[in-house]
């Protein structure tokens, strides 16, 4: 599903002279946490004015003359183009991110958009955000006040379509299903639907909401789903590493060092916490000295 990120003023503007025309560090910050492990697509000038590729991220740049080599940038000619990479890519997160040309393209694509009304007016702006926005309810805001670190007074937006909006009622009301499920195996309460942050997790979610699968089964379905694919994703590596598709259970885990111990005779145990990088659940175990 394909969202949006800007930031405008109040005319709308969003830049000037191919640059931001404003500095204002926390919504940079919220720009790159929303958009991490992400796709996201841009125009030539967007691209140039960011001067590199953004890291952490898969880059389609959509340009008719731009070559640039590198390996997380994709040069697309076309929106045709655009589409067919994404396909790559089923339940990856992808972003709009500018520019005018850019937003106006994929106008009906986007579902969601995140939204920086930055509170002031920027003189002789050259370009603007022409989207139409009536189809869009807010679902959250938040607002941020002027300081060292921002020159201007902002509100960020959440705002959507009807189609994501309900993608996320399901997904909340699956999840608030799975409440009780969740705290059992993995000790986390109010498991949002945020909080599945690799692409088989969403990819679950995705499909179910796709089966248009009622609740009660669909609670089955990811249960079995989610346990099968854990078991089969979760590697012990032999350098301490554990990587995994979806957040591995600490029991399966243990599991999984028990065969090891009777292959290799060791005793071996968990060290420290999970955690979420690159796309893949990720943690590290270590041999006990006898």
């Not at 995705?206 to 078991?231: H, W």
Request: proline share 3%.
């Amino acid at each position: 599903m394909i969202k949006g990120i800007v930031a405008y003023d109040n005319n709308r503007a969003i830049g000037k002279n191919n640059e931001l025309p404003w500095k204002l560090k926390d919504d940079l910050k919220h720009f790159k946490n929303v958009t991490k492990n992400s796709i996201v697509i841009m125009g030539r000038k967007t691209y140039e004015s960011i001067g590199k590729p953004l890291s952490g991220r898969i880059n389609i740049v959509l340009s008719k003359t731009l070559n640039v080599k590198h390996l997380d940038v994709l040069i697309c000619r076309n929106k045709s183009e655009v589409l067919d990479k994404l396909s790559d890519y089923p339940y990856k997160d992808v972003f709009v991110i500018g520019g005018q040309q850019i937003y106006d393209l994929f106008e009906d694509e986007i579902q969601m958009m995140y939204v920086t009304e930055v509170k002031c007016d920027i003189k002789e702006p050259d370009a603007f955000f022409d989207i139409n926005l009536d189809k869009y309810k807010i679902i959250d805001d938040k607002m941020y006040l002027r300081n060292e670190e921002n020159e201007h007074r902002f509100v960020i937006y959440e705002i959507a379509k009807q189609k994501y909006i309900d993608y996320i009622n399901f997904c909340d009301e699956l999840i608030d299903s799975l409440d009780s499920w969740f705290y059992n195996h993995f000790f986390i309460k109010n498991y949002h639907p945020n909080s599945l942050s690799s692409d088989t997790e969403r990819m679950l979610l995705s499909t179910f909401y796709k089966e248009k699968m009622p609740i009660p089964e669909a609670v089955i379905s990811f249960q079995n789903a989610f346990m099968i694919t854990m078991q089969k994703s979760l590697v012990l590596g032999d350098d301490g590493t554990i990587t995994c598709d979806v957040r591995p259970s600490e029991f399966i885990i243990y599991q999984k060092l028990m065969e090891k111990e009777k292959e290799t005779g060791e005793k071996y145990k968990l060290d420290g916490e999970i955690w979420f990088e690159d796309g893949r659940w990720k943690g590290e175990y270590e041999k006990i000295d006898r």
